[in-house]
């Protein structure tokens, strides 16, 4: 097992990410968006609340090595979304009388997420809280 910082991930991630956007291989571009997918702290599918609507939609998250939560319409070439910084993050709470819903509050914003199940949550609320508090 070896160990690589956070600076040298992100620095591998953006190296990689230059190599993915000159190279015009789609085998190329397939392996390196596989390599880059092993370099997230943590990712997997959430539903997450529409902030005006109201309406959930399942989204890829994953949490990149700059300590940041991003999200994608799908786990493969999905399209970018929004990043969070894990550093606005002001708290997290699991929402009363629901199954496996959370909720991530930001300074401007509080995020309702719902997990595939209670396992999932528990590691998404760990692990943003292991980030979070150092």
């Known amino acids: 097992v070896v160990t690589i910082g956070f600076d040298k991930i992100l620095e591998l991630e953006l190296w990689l990410q ?11 571009q397939e392996l390196l968006c596989d390599d880059l997918s092993k370099m997230y702290l943590h990712s997997g599918w959430l539903s997450k609340k529409a902030e005006t609507v109201g309406q959930s939609r399942n989204r890829y998250f994953a949490l990149m090595p700059d300590l940041s939560l991003s999200y994608f319409t799908d786990e493969r070439n999905g399209t ?31 995020y309702q997420f719902k997990a595939p199940n209670s396992k999932e949550r528990y590691l998404w609320i760990q692990t943003l809280l292991g980030l979070i508090n150092g």
């Open 80 to 110: 970018f979304i929004k990043k969070i910084s894990c550093h606005d993050i002001t708290s997290f709470k699991k929402i009363a009388n629901t199954t496996n819903e959370f909720e991530v509050s930001t300074s401007n914003r509080v």
């Open 18 to 28: 230059e190599l993915k956007r000159l190279s015009p291989s789609v085998e190329c």
